[in-house]
């Protein structure tokens, strides 16, 4: 087993355990506050924050920095590499903290764009901005976490910065168990779930500043933090904050959208996004995260032939389990959802509309997983750039289907442009990925994707059946209903393995014993 799929391994382990908590509160969320103003106005204020985070923190600056950062602790050694870090660190804090005191002070005018189909002198826009202006120095908290979480991963400790990232979960069910124990009303809840966002983000960072600290990295904050190592690396980021803000604006595009829905309709789509951000979270980004470091090392060294390899085994591992992932959702994603949510204030016509989303997520999930996994390739040549011309033509793409498709299907709508706009943007990245990384693709890994494909297919065709014959949403107890989709996840995952074994043996693929470690 090649050293990214153990990393992975790793770092998709704890991801799954603050998956898990991500579900645990968004189950508790539904069943305390439902799906309503309140909880509306509480996905809008955390989105936000969230938002600014994926363009700032998560991608384009880890992308420029931890490259760089290698290189020099490879180089020059770890005094060097302590200097650079402690620049990176106060320019990014006072970057962050002004800009975040910037969106506080505007963020009713903000909010306003963001989602036009709320009244401006409606109860739920004035908690949403209340919230929002609670939440948003999060950001700050959490960008800084991200650098730390970085070094870490450069340093090949993947653990930790996985896990420390459940904090969030863990503060925002212990604010839901509050009002619910406490009978507290609804918008004292969400304002107290607010404040524990914010704690969350401070505990998170000390954590993983005392771990990268036993590391034997020290920090000190710099105001004349602007040499020319940090400028290099901002100037090389920006390219990529555009990339990742044009994305983040397509996801804005979606809410906005889904605004002009009735009230309860942003809930829904988040809790779809969330299941879909589960195997996305547990395999995409496990894989890549892992990918980044041993891809750059390889970039610096000239070693193109390691970095091809460990590229298609993680392409590969990724592949199995999102294809079968994807067939799961799309042909189960009823029973799903009513097993996971519906309780409480969550009822029938709220899964249904879930469902729907989930649906349309599901379709593009290889692709958001692809496309993880390809801009790894160019995040480790230093190329911010190319990401930028996709990523708009994506966003282009996204707004057209939008106002096309959202008036025929609605929820589902929303979701489904989003996965036919990612589609677009994997196919562009992979298309153009070859002038970075010459990838050798044999024939033993076309006949594995294909052989994964058929099974899949086959997987739909059993799974529909069982569904039509087992499955109704008025069905009996909570307990029946996870006996029926417990059974038809185990059904689906036996007919899937045993078809992708068949299919491959009978294509003759080198390593079709999937249980063995060679086949990985």
């Known amino acids: 087993m090649s050293s990214v799929i153990r990393s992975a391994f790793t770092v998709g382990g704890f991801i799954i355990f603050s998956r898990l908590f991500g579900f645990l509160r968004e189950c508790t969320m539904v069943f305390v506050l439902g799906a309503g103003v309140y909880t509306d106005a509480l996905v809008v204020a955390l989105k936000l924050?969230?938002?600014?985070?994926?363009?700032?923190?998560?991608?384009?600056?880890n992308a420029s920095f931890l490259p760089r950062f290698s290189k020099i602790l490879n180089s020059e050694g770890r005094p060097a590499a302590n200097v650079v870090l402690s620049e990176i660190f106060s320019f990014l804090l006072f970057a962050v903290a002004l800009f975040s005191l910037v969106v506080i002070t505007f963020f009713p005018q903000i909010l306003s764009?963001?989602?036009?189909?709320?009244?401006?002198?409606?109860?739920?826009?004035?908690?949403?901005?209340?919230?929002?202006?609670?939440?948003f120095p999060y950001l700050i908290f959490i960008s800084i976490s991200s650098?730390?979480?970085?070094?870490?991963?450069?340093?090949?400790?993947f653990a930790l910065p996985s896990a420390v990232f459940s904090l969030l979960s863990i503060?925002?069910?212990?604010?839901?168990?509050?009002?619910?124990?406490?009978?507290?009303?609804?918008?004292?809840?969400?304002?107290?779930?607010?404040?524990?966002?914010?704690?969350?983000?401070?505990?998170?960072?000390?954590?993983?500043?005392?771990?990268?600290?036993?590391?034997?990295?020290?920090?000190?904050?710099?105001?004349?933090?602007?040499?020319?190592?940090?400028?290099?690396i901002v100037i090389n980021m920006i390219p990529g904050v555009i990339a990742a803000g044009v994305w983040q604006l397509n996801l804005l595009v979606d809410t906005t959208m889904s605004s002009y829905l009735p009230t309860g309709s942003i809930t829904c789509i988040s809790l779809a996004d969330r299941l879909n951000q589960f195997p996305l979270g547990t395999l995409g980004i496990a894989v890549s995260t892992a990918l980044l470091p041993l891809l750059s090392k390889c970039m610096v060294s000239g070693n193109h032939e390691l970095a091809s390899r460990e590229l298609l085994r993680g392409l590969l591992f990724s592949m199995f389990f999102i294809i079968f992932t994807t067939t799961m959702l799309m042909v189960l994603a009823e029973p799903i959802v009513s097993v996971i949510y519906q309780r409480g204030l969550f009822g029938v016509d709220h899964v249904r509309t879930t469902a729907d989303a989930v649906i349309g997520f599901s379709f593009g999930l290889p692709a958001y997983v692809l496309t993880k996994l390809?801009?790894?390739?160019?995040?480790?040549?230093?190329?911010?750039?190319?990401?930028?011309?996709?990523?708009?033509?994506?966003?282009?793409?996204?707004?057209?289907?939008?106002?096309?498709?959202?008036?025929?299907?609605?929820?589902?709508?929303?979701?489904?442009?989003?996965?036919?706009?990612?589609?677009?943007?994997?196919?562009?990245?992979?298309?153009?990925?070859?002038?970075?990384?010459?990838?050798?693709?044999?024939?033993?890994?076309?006949?594995?994707?294909?052989?994964?494909?058929?099974?899949?297919?086959?997987?739909?065709?059993v799974l529909d059946v069982m569904s039509r014959r087992f499955w109704t949403s008025e069905l009996g107890a909570l307990s029946q209903k996870y006996i029926v989709v417990a059974l038809m996840f185990s059904v689906g995952w036996c007919?899937?393995?045993?078809?992708?074994?068949?299919?491959?043996?009978?294509?003759?693929?080198?390593?079709?014993?999937l249980w063995e470690k060679s086949a990985w």
Request: aromatic fraction near 14%.
């Open 374 to 461: 390809f801009s790894t390739i160019y995040f480790a040549s230093e190329d911010t750039v190319t990401p930028v011309i996709f990523a708009i033509i994506s966003v282009l793409i996204n707004v057209m289907l939008l106002c096309l498709l959202i008036p025929f299907l609605k929820y589902l709508g929303v979701a489904l442009c989003t996965s036919l706009s990612s589609i677009f943007n994997a196919l562009m990245l992979i298309c153009f990925s070859g002038k970075k990384l010459k990838i050798d693709i044999s024939k033993n890994f076309i006949y594995k994707i294909l052989a994964q494909i058929g099974a899949a297919a086959a997987t739909y065709m």
């Open 113 to 135: 764009i963001m989602v036009l189909g709320f009244d401006v002198l409606s109860e739920k826009f004035a908690v949403a901005a209340s919230l929002g202006r609670i939440c």
């Open 171 to 232: 503060f925002s069910i212990s604010g839901l168990v509050f009002g619910y124990l406490t009978g507290a009303s609804h918008f004292m809840t969400v304002h107290v779930i607010a404040v524990l966002v914010l704690c969350s983000g401070t505990t998170q960072t000390l954590i993983l500043l005392l771990a990268i600290k036993r590391q034997g990295f020290f920090l000190r904050i710099k105001f004349a933090c602007w040499s020319p190592k940090v400028k290099d």
């Open 147 to 157: 650098l730390f979480s970085g070094v870490l991963n450069t340093l090949n400790k």
């Open 495 to 513: 007919v899937f393995f045993f078809s992708t074994v068949l299919l491959m043996k009978l294509m003759k693929h080198d390593h079709w014993k």
């Open 49 to 61: 924050a969230n938002t600014f985070r994926r363009i700032f923190a998560e991608g384009a600056f």
